[in-house]
């Protein structure tokens, strides 16, 4: 079946410092991505929507230039979050559209 | 706007007991449903999907779940649960023309006792 990674799994950085975090299709080519996140014992919400080519579309609430979205190729989108904060820890899951959503595996980030 | 409302947040049962996972769904055109669970620690897995036809769907692990339309309903059931089946369980929807925008409800917790 279709895999979705992203790089890194979990990562740990400092307050203040920018983290990015890769999704990647591995088998399909996907002209849009999607980037959740999950606080712990809670549901995903949906961050926003990537599509290869163009600007992301985020959710209401979400800040645009917090949370850097780069879909610079069919099978590779990118989630930075800038000048993270303590705040911003969670569980970040990217998924990719082929003939299915197919979701990854997630990516923990501890700010400190 | 697509919403998904899970009624139960935290569920105890034993093992044997039946189960079932109450989830409506707010959107007028066409939708395709989801059951996720997410095992502690682990990342989501597809349980079982609707798309069209059969209104009840048969997943892995003996889940099953069946749309009503009626009620906007696509509740999840399995006739007798396991220990090992301890995980949160997550309802979702999009919208069924091509769009893969989906919504997930607040999950549910799911606790059986050996």
């Known amino acids: 079946g279709a895999v979705v990674s992203q790089h890194p799994s979990w990562v740990i950085c400092k307050s203040g410092t920018s983290v990015k975090i890769e999704c990647r299709s591995l088998?399909?080519?996907?002209?849009?991505m999607f980037w959740y996140r999950q606080f712990p014992k809670q549901s995903l919400m949906l961050m926003a929507t990537s599509n290869e080519g163009s600007k992301a579309t985020y959710e209401q609430g979400v800040e645009k230039d917090k949370f850097l979205i780069n879909h610079a190729s069919l099978t590779l989108s990118t989630l930075t979050v800038t000048s993270a904060h303590p705040e911003d820890s969670s569980f970040y899951i990217c998924?990719?559209?082929?003939?299915?959503?197919?979701f990854g595996p997630g990516t923990r980030l501890t700010v400190t | 706007a697509q919403s998904v409302s899970q009624h139960n947040h935290h569920v105890i049962l034993s093992e044997a007991a039946s189960l079932e996972l109450g989830c409506n769904y707010s959107y007028g055109g066409t939708v395709n449903l989801f059951w996720y669970v997410q095992y502690p620690g682990q990342h989501l897995q597809l349980l079982l999907k609707?798309?069209?036809?059969?209104?009840l769907v048969k997943g892995i692990k003996g889940f099953e779940a069946e749309f009503i339309k009626s009620k906007f309903s696509f509740n999840l059931r399995k006739p007798s649960v396991q220990w090992s089946d301890t995980a949160e369980y997550f309802c979702?929807?999009?919208?069924?023309?091509?769009?893969?925008?989906?919504?997930f409800g607040a999950g549910t917790r799911l606790f059986v006792k050996a």
């Open positions: 609707y798309f069209s036809g059969d209104p």
């Open positions: 088998d399909f080519q996907a002209t849009t």
């Open positions: 979702a929807v999009n919208a069924g023309t091509g769009g893969f925008k989906t919504i």
């Open positions: 998924s990719a559209t082929g003939y299915e959503q197919y």
